[in-house]
């Protein structure tokens, strides 16, 4: 059973910094491609990285590009999402998905392909 757990999220000024870790299970971990996605209230759900850890192949959305990194620790099957210059707008619950489309292909598609998902973790950003 795939198995995805998400911790880091908090309430912060804007400014900061965050690091998300999403922690799977060893099998998705070493086959498949892995997701952030995050969803603000009243709005739709919109994927903001993915990588491979198979060979660490990276997409960032352009809303992201430059604030936010994904990496991986593979002795620990654990996907991060390091967000630095936090904003307003970052508020929302951020989601680690799993057996996503390679990074190459994820922009085609709204969710990224993945079919597994987290419970979320919720981030704050106050002004």
């Known amino acids: 059973q795939v198995q995805l757990v998400e911790s880091g999220g908090a309430s912060v000024q804007a400014g900061g910094s965050l690091r998300l870790s999403c922690a799977a299970s060893a099998y998705t971990y070493s086959i498949a491609a892995m997701a952030w996605f995050r969803q603000a209230p009243g709005k739709e759900r919109e994927g903001v990285a993915a990588?491979?850890?198979?060979?660490?192949?990276?997409y960032y959305a352009d809303s992201v590009k430059g604030r936010f990194t994904i990496s991986q620790d593979n002795a620990k099957n654990t996907v991060y999402l390091q967000i630095h210059s936090l904003k307003p707008a970052d508020t929302a619950v951020y989601y680690c998905?799993?057996?996503?489309?390679?990074?190459?292909?994820?922009?085609?598609?709204?969710?990224?392909?993945?079919?597994?998902w987290g419970q979320g973790t919720q981030v704050t950003v106050s002004s």
């Open positions: 998905a799993s057996d996503c489309l390679p990074p190459a292909r994820v922009s085609q598609y709204s969710d990224y392909g993945c079919e597994y």
């Open positions: 990588i491979y850890p198979g060979d660490g192949s990276t």
